[in-house]
């Protein structure tokens, strides 16, 4: 008997975990995958030449193994072991609307190869559904939430600059990571041609500066060698394996299993509450039951639809805190991938390191008080850099060996730019994750069935993204070389929201304000199905500050007898 169980060991189960133990609650974290060590499971450590085919996983693998993870960036022979093998979890769309759902089952989760890009959410973000009328109203605004974002950057280390942008606020940064020359060109460039938009440097949960707090927990300065992908030994970036469960830890309240997939939760009938969590362990396939007196449902934001639609009973016969019937209901991703490569002008400067970081450009469309002609709702930021042409690219231009191909690679590459919107995709309840009706998994729980694709203001959006983003381009002197123009399908943001969204109204909303559902008082959801809307900003750091927030509430919960 647990005071609390926490599914899922990733961005915001790690968090979760963190703040329930050390407000002296003992819990449990129930991770479905393997247990990863942090340093001595990573492969930050391998050379170039040590990487197997330069990186490429070859292609009958990855059409066997990766049909969707393929489509991710940070997937190669030094990290393949990090994504799930599709043909081992798979999952149905309906064919005309595919769904790139990019997964890692381990300790740790996603929060091991995430962009660390983290930026707040602001208060033209929590009021838009209550604006447009697209999804529920959130039942918070930013300043409930601002101390929690205050409470997670100090804790996990956010470099960046203060710009003082009431669409995207600032925060408790390290220092920011420089700029090179290129960028400060681009920089003036945009700002000059464009009253309103904004280049800042990226703010990335690394530590620019180690505190006190940070190294007690073995975690280093940054050393620019962006490797992240493959996890980073020295702890220099945020995740739970490096940062959130070791400080669980160290407070004596923290027991973790892995290998144990959440197949449901169970509740007590007679009083409406969860008790206990229905698990069948990976590789024997046998099941057990965890109890707790309250849960944390973390799993991420498909498989909290998928475990909570499963865990049906005659006091839920649609599921766990589905009286609504919004369980699953408004899945959305970023817009994401829609820019340009270009080459740019740029001065005879150098630098050096690999800093594993970019430029951001702020959302500038459809604020509050500006005209704006935009024949679509919401809004979008760039994300890129600027940067001389990698060495292995200047190697690979032209035919040359032995002396001449040396001297080529010492000289630095021309400059080079990418740049691709992220956008804010509208809620809709018809974008939706089911439980298949005949098929299941092998370990016999049913398939999620995913049935998502962009709607028409999105695809307005779209056209909007690729015509900023080229005046952009140009205005600095660009020559575009590389378009993508096309949305990819929803999911390969890797920024799923929604399916167990907060809400004021229980009749259209499935949490509270706490995030706590309306239908169980002792079950708390603070993974990204919890997020009624999205904004275009990265996620992450709002799942860990309602996260941390809920943790508090559920605390004066249970001293209070309340739940």
């Known amino acids: 008997m647990f005071d609390v169980i926490v599914i899922g060991s990733g961005m915001s189960g790690g968090i979760a975990a963190k703040e329930l133990c050390e407000r002296g609650l003992k819990t449990l974290v129930i991770e479905r995958g ?22 490429a996983i070859p292609e009958e693998e990855l059409a066997r193994d990766y049909e969707v993870q393929r489509h991710c960036y940070a997937v190669s022979t030094a990290t393949k072991q990090y994504w799930v093998k599709d043909s081992e979890h798979p999952y149905s769309t309906p064919e005309d609307k595919p769904f790139w759902w990019i997964r890692g089952y381990h300790l740790g ?20 559904n209550a604006l447009d009328g697209h999804g529920a109203d959130w039942p918070i605004r930013y300043a409930d939430l601002a101390p929690w974002y205050d409470h997670v950057e100090k804790f996990i280390g956010v470099s960046g600059s203060k710009e003082g942008l009431a669409q995207l606020p600032d925060g408790e940064f390290l220092p920011a990571m420089p700029m090179n020359d290129g960028e400060k060109a681009f920089k003036a460039a945009v700002e000059a041609k464009f009253d309103n938009r904004k280049v800042i ?25 962006s490797l992240c992908e493959r996890g980073c030994s020295l702890g220099a970036y945020h995740s739970s394996l490096s940062s959130s469960l070791p400080a669980a830890e160290a407070t004596g309240n923290l027991t973790i299993v892995t290998d144990a997939i ?45 475990i909570l639609l499963n865990s049906k009973s005659e ?39 690999r800093r594993p970081n970019g430029l951001y450009i702020p959302r500038y469309r459809n604020l509050p008080g500006m005209a704006d002609e935009a024949d679509f709702l919401r809004g979008y930021g760039f994300q890129g850099a600027v940067q001389r042409t990698p060495w292995r690219n200047v190697a690979s231009s032209a035919p ?7 001297d080529r690679i010492r000289q630095p590459g021309e400059w080079v730019t990418f740049f691709s919107g992220f956008g804010e995709m509208l809620p809709d309840p018809n974008n939706r994750v ?12 049913p398939l999620v069935h995913i049935d998502c694709a ?57 949490l509270n304000k706490f995030n706590q559902a309306h239908d169980v008082p002792n079950l708390f959801i603070t993974d990204g199905a919890a997020m009624a809307s999205g904004g275009c900003q990265n996620p992450s750091l709002t799942y860990m500050a309602l996260a941390a927030r809920a943790a508090h509430h559920a605390t004066e919960f249970l001293k209070a007898g309340t739940i």
């Open 201 to 225: 440097i990226g703010r990335c949960a690394h530590l620019t500066e180690a505190k006190d707090h940070h190294t007690a927990l073995g975690r280093n300065q940054c050393m620019n060698r």
């Open 109 to 128: 989760g996603r929060s091991i190869m995430w962009g660390r890009q983290t930026y707040r959410m602001s208060e033209m973000d929590f009021q838009s």
């Open 34 to 55: 393997r247990k990863l060590e942090h340093g001595a499971s990573y492969s930050d450590w391998m050379q170039p030449w040590d990487v197997p085919n330069a990186g």
């Open 262 to 306: 959440a197949h449901s939760i169970i509740t007590d009938p007679k009083t409406g509450k969860a008790t206990g969590v229905r698990v069948i362990d990976q590789n024997t396939k046998e099941g057990r039951v965890y109890e707790a007196k309250v849960i944390f449902l973390n799993a991420s934001t498909i498989p909290t639809a998928q």
């Open 400 to 406: 040359g060996v032995g002396a001449e191909l040396k």
């Open 434 to 445: 089911t439980l298949h009706a005949s098929k299941v998994d092998q370990w016999g729980i």
């Open 454 to 510: 962009h709607g028409e203001n999105d695809k307005k959006m779209a056209k909007a993204i690729l015509a900023d983003g080229k005046a952009m381009i140009e205005a600095a002197g660009g020559q575009i070389v590389q378009a993508r123009t096309e949305l990819v399908p929803p999911g390969l943001g890797i920024h799923e929201m929604g399916t167990a969204t907060m809400g004021k109204d229980p009749k259209t909303s499935v």
């Open 315 to 353: 006091a839920h016969p649609r599921g766990l805190a589905n009286s609504s019937d919004m369980v699953g209901r408004g899945i959305t991703d970023h817009l994401y991938g829609l820019g340009y490569a270009a080459r740019m002008p740029g001065p005879e400067t150098i630098y050096k390191g």
